[in-house]
């Protein structure tokens, strides 16, 4: 079993947004150091890397140790998708209790918005998969794209449990007020139901209000072991346990649209960590989709299957909500970053940094999740705040 | 375009589409298509069948197993409509309807749902299999409603 003996010591993101000609390298770079220097950390102490850039950069954790001039005893680029990025904490506290590394750098970048714009492919076809299964039986019947993957799912869903298209909207403007207080958010105007009704359809059930942001930008986190982090500036945030769940067998079998990977993978971090749903104080939901952040809510436990978008709607999501959820704006609004500026948010939540209009009060444990890889890979992460 | 019964579905899902380069696991299941026949890999071992086409039975990893004709019928399981088009040649077919057929054999495709408005496409309501001949020699499934979407009483789950 995992003895809890790592921390999370530094946190950081680079620009967000819209970041003319950044390379996701580049960016990675930004986010790392700054982590470090957060950390109260020297470039000599660090000795893993645990990274992931964009799907066609070969070993960018090699990339990354070349621009900062590091050796590392552990080190690799993950291959999970969106699930990534918490593995990588995962995979960074386990390499810290074997004593494969001291001090690891995890963290992930893009530079979605800039490769866009290059290509001029809005109208093209930007979404050609790579992977020649997926050309076969998917591209051949006009099938593209992230969004549909996740429509089909949310649209199960809807005609299973009975979820409605407003519910997915209050996880829009929910998720949109948090961005509001954040500075940093890729979008910070109020989103109203009206505008979120009259979105731009995409894929049914889905408009551009249910789809998360196109962003260059880049997080990093440091994680070493506890005894070490007491010593360095920040309250320490340990990680108290972890999961990870892959429904390898697919997205369109069983019943993996509408109960997904975060079902088992929460099971597993709830027993890892030794708590249950209701000490968790706040989320941090991979918001690929408003679709994905509801069917968490359900599957992490928050409320019951198929209740979601009633507990959505009643304001569950909000800074005094049952289960504030996504406080940064998450990837719908502050900008997608594949899940990395959840674990960010997760511990500057529990570091207690922000004013009060952003502070979940009190916060003492966080949940972060991670999904992606063709929609069936996901990861957990319980962080508490040290002392 | 081919004159059988699946020129509707041709007129309704459109060509030109992107042709699937078959693999040597996929040759058998297109070339069934091009026939107008609908067949999956069935395990002679263990008896459960299985789709996208590969050489082991995923339940059993036995390698024995047999091309078997299905009866083309089973019930939408999921579904999207596409409002906006990922690849210029799709701008003329917006809206179409990309969806998750459950076999009554058991396994699901992803296919096309034609020969119903997009409105009255509903989960769970009963479907067969037609063919749309895209190209020489290449043909993509389909599927129809089985009974008319507007009657009351279909499209339940
Ligand atoms: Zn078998």
């Known amino acids: 079993m995992y003895q809890r003996s790592a921390a999370i010591v530094g946190a950081a993101h680079s620009q967000l947004g819209e970041v003319p000609g950044s390379t996701a390298i580049g960016l990675m770079a930004d986010a790392a150091v700054a982590a470090v220097v957060d950390a109260g950390l020297t470039p000599s102490d660090i000795d893993g890397i645990v990274v992931r850039g964009p799907d066609d950069e070969y070993c960018f954790h090699q990339q990354l140790g070349e621009r900062l001039g590091l050796n590392a005893s552990f080190s690799t680029s993950l291959d999970n998708g969106g699930a990534s990025q918490s593995l990588a904490v995962i995979l960074a506290s386990l390499a810290i209790e074997a004593g494969l590394a001291t001090a690891v750098l995890c963290g992930y970048a893009r530079n979605s918005w800039t490769r866009t714009r290059r290509s001029g492919s809005r109208n093209a076809r930007m979404n050609q998969s790579t992977h020649a299964r997926i050309r076969e039986w998917r591209d051949s019947f006009g099938y593209f794209g992230e969004p549909a993957t996740h429509a089909l799912g949310a649209q199960r869903h809807m005609a299973t449990y009975g979820t409605t298209k407003e519910h997915l909207g209050h996880v829009a403007v929910s998720v949109r007020e948090h961005a509001t207080r954040n500075p940093h958010a890729q979008i910070r105007w109020p989103l109203t139901m009206d505008e979120y009704m009259d979105g731009r359809p995409i894929t049914d059930p889905f408009g551009i209000y249910d789809c998360s942001l196109r962003t260059d930008g880049a997080g990093a986190v440091v994680v070493t072991d506890v005894a070490r982090a007491r010593d360095l500036p920040h309250t320490p945030v340990i990680v108290r346990g972890f999961g990870s769940q892959n429904n390898l067998r697919g997205w369109t079998v069983d019943d993996h649209m509408v109960q997904t990977a975060a079902k088992a993978s929460g099971e597993l971090a709830y027993r890892s960590a030794d708590v249950s749903p209701s000490d968790i104080d706040t989320a941090q939901l991979y918001d690929c989709f408003t679709y994905m952040l509801l069917v968490q809510i359900e599957d992490y436990g928050f409320c019951e299957k198929g209740e979601g978008g009633e507990f959505i709607s009643a304001g569950a999501l909000g800074l005094d909500g049952e289960i504030p959820t996504n406080t940064s704006g998450g990837q719908l609004s502050e900008g997608h970053v594949e899940g990395m500026l959840q674990v960010v948010e997760g511990v500057r939540q529990l570091r207690h940094e922000y004013p009060a209009e952003r502070q979940v009060t009190d916060a003492e444990l966080a949940l972060v999740s991670g999904h992606g890889g063709n929609t069936v890979c996901h990861s957990t992460l319980i962080l508490e705040r040290g002392r | ?157």
């Open chain 2, 1 to 157: 375009m081919s004159t059988s019964a699946s020129e509707t579905t041709a007129e309704s899902v459109g060509a030109p589409r992107t042709i699937p380069r078959p693999t040597s696991e996929s040759r058998y299941f297109w070339d069934a298509c091009a026939r107008h026949e609908l067949v999956i890999q069935r395990c002679t071992s263990c008896g459960r069948c299985w789709f996208p086409p590969s050489n082991h039975c995923q339940y059993c990893w036995s390698e024995d197993f047999a091309w078997t004709p299905v009866s083309g019928r089973g019930e939408l399981y999921t579904f999207t409509v596409f409002r906006r088009a990922y690849a210029s040649e799709l701008v003329e077919q917006i809206p179409y309807v990309v969806g998750v057929v459950e076999l009554e054999e058991g396994p699901r495709l992803i296919t096309n749902i034609t020969e119903c408005e997009t409105a009255h496409v509903r989960v769970g309501m009963p479907v067969e299999v037609v063919f749309n001949d895209i190209a020489e020699g290449f043909t993509l499934h389909a599927f129809r409603p089985r009974e008319d979407p507007q009657s009351p009483g279909t499209g339940a789950v």
